[in-house]
């Protein structure tokens, strides 16, 4: 028997612990998606509480609390601090086989240094002892990004953000390098109405161009892509439940838009033309700019109404989908590859069973001039767990190229949750050490070794380029 989380945590081979001793554990993170806020590391922020810095818009634990009958008060309502934590506390023990009883003591040992269990008899310690630890500069904002070997981030953003703490950042020359991600749902989302209106006036306030039609919102978007560039951009995020494709003409953009800025509903038909209108549009532009283009697919949100119109979006409310993809993301990715317009591509996929579809699809659109230019992305959200990885990399592995994977990122709005990389990169040596155990893959130590420093982290580095 094992002890639980030791220094060869998920390694089950002699192989797979020098796979990763000898070429991932050291290597620098390189963590090209996630939700932190710039302002927050360009301030190096010094939370007040563990519970500020690990509970507070993490709703996986908030999930896992609410399904064990925790009260909304001790999650994202009045108790304080100290009585959230505790409620979390007397949760982890009861999250055994899910990914965040591995992630929460990960995060314990390696940002905190505690190896005991987190559990009621253990919280008040451990509350205390993390607390006192915030309190040092090494665990401000900045500290916890560099103790895990940061070297560079995307945050994700607005097209009507000012990023001006990106501008704060580089100017300060801190580590780690901090990138915006350019992320523009909200400018082609018809669906929402009056928000969309709103979101148009903000639009044109920021870009300087009075958005009275289509043309006017290209040119907005236009503007901001430039804008972004100029601040080190070089990656665009989009988060749908699939993909769109029509043939041009099919309906009247013109009318789609001004419908719906001037108050009157369309068909939704007609709204998800708009979108792959507007994502074409998007797509020949970032190719334009250098850019790589990522599409997040597959989760449908907002799931229970009653506790969204009490809480709010993103707070736990929210699954895995089961939308058609295959057509359409053919199509797309057709007519941007058509006219030699198809920039570098990651696609994510939340649904297991479409695993296959978007593997072999990514390979339709690989034409040689860039290693690895359309991606099978990792694991996201739901899958972004043990079970989860190993299926996307074994499905990556058989349909594709899995040495040419930029593999894991965080996809996280908390400074603690880089140990998501560690977490991934364990799992990677040991899928390919079993199958040198399994005689499936000669025990090369050498060359094995390479393919693992190349997905932990130098496949991203050439793959983004964020010093061009």
Known sequence: MKNFLEDDFLLQSDFAKRLYHGYAKDLPIIDYHNHLSPKEIAENYQFNTISEAW???????????????????YITGKASDKEKFLKWAGTVPFTVRNPLYHWTHLELQRYFGIHE????????????????????????AQGLLQQQQVESLCTTDEPIASLEYHRIIKKQGVSPKVFPTFRPDKAFALEGGDDYV??????????????????????????????????????????????YFFEEGTYNIQECFLKVKNGRPIPQDQVNYFKSQVLLFLGRKYHAMGWAQQFHLGAI????????????????????????QARALSGFLNALDSTDQLAKTIIYNLNPADNAVIATMVGNFNDGSVKGKVQFGSGWWFLDQKQGMEEQMNTLSNMGLLSCFVGMLTDSRSFLSFTRHEYFRRILCNLLAQDVVNGELPADEKWLGKIVSDISYYNAKSYFDFNK
């Not at 509970?55 to 008060?73: F, N, P, Q, S, V």
């Not at 987190?118 to 401000?140: R, V």
């Not at 009490?310 to 736990?316: A, F, S, V």
């Open 117 to 140: 269990l987190l559990g009621p008899d253990t919280a008040e310690e451990i509350y205390e002892n993390t607390n006192a630890q915030l309190a040092q500069k090494s665990h401000y």
């Open 301 to 324: 949100r907002d799931n229970n109404k009653r506790l969204l119109s009490q809480l709010g979006p993103d707070t736990g409310f929210d699954s895995i989908g089961d939308f058609s």
């Open 198 to 243: 709103l979101y148009l006036e903000q639009l044109s306030e920021v870009s300087g161009i009075a958005i009275k039609n289509y043309e006017d919102l290209l040119e907005a978007l236009d503007n901001r892509i430039q804008f972004f560039h100029d601040q080190g951009c070089r990656l665009a995020d989009h988060g749908l439940e699939q993909l």
């Open 55 to 73: 509970l507070a818009g993490d709703h996986y634990k908030w999930r896992a609390m609410r399904t064990l009958g925790i009260h909304e008060d």
